[in-house]
């Protein structure tokens, strides 16, 4: 696991909690736009809502994309790539999705059948999913800095050193919702008073409430509390990624 795994719990909440907005909110809106697109240019779209006057957002999403979460070194100070740089990733990406047989001596790892990097790079043609600040990275507090180079030092230590990502426990949030390598699908249900949201990744749920509720109090563990920002709510999760 690269040290950018230890990077998501530390990120700045205001922008953590926009970016996954954004990121659930991106392929809403292209769905929303392919069904309006196919459907008759006589007829008027209606969003659906849900028996209780909620935007009905249920179904099954995906945010799987070749567009990395923080601008590359290579692609300091350039936002917005052309179109011949978008084609060129995209073809690249696609050549390299093949299986190769493991060099000698290698016992080989997971087919590309597990995979779920993307295809295409956002529409957008933005560098990367964070663009504020604008140099595209998450600015990390140097607290944070010091304590995940010294986990990563001590990893073989004790597992109190690893990740909860690591251990299996969970990706929290906002982490759980941006992309990964694989297991990007997200299933969102919805009942009177409650959004609920299922992520593939580690076959987590996350309930919300609608009421307003306050959050939950700071004298809980912060593992405890992983769902409880931005919206607050209680939560279950279990299983293996």
Known sequence: MSPKSFGPPFISGSLAAIAATILLAAPAEAQIQKAVKTSSSTTAWTPMRTPDGQPDLQGVWTNATLTPFERPAELAGK???????????????????????????????????????????????????????????????????AQRDYDLAHIADSYEHQTTWERCITRGVPA???????????????????????????????????????????SIPPVERRFDRPLGGQHTSGGYH
């Open 176 to 218: 759980g919702m941006f992309p990964a390598g694989y297991n990007n699908a997200y299933q969102i249900l919805q009942t009177r008073g409650y959004v609920v949201i299922l992520s593939e990744m580690i076959h987590e749920v996350r309930a919300i409430p609608l009421d307003g509720r306050p959050h939950l109090p700071q």
């Open 79 to 145: 936002a917005t790539l052309t179109e011949q740089d978008v084609a060129a990733i995209e073809k690249t990406a696609s050549q390299n999705r093949v299986d190769r047989p493991p060099k000698p001596g290698d016992t080989g790892s997971y087919n590309q059948a597990w995979f779920d990097s993307g295809t295409t790079w956002l529409s957008t043609r933005q560098s990367s999913l964070v663009v504020d600040p604008p140099n595209g990275k998450v600015p990390v507090k140097p607290s944070a800095e």
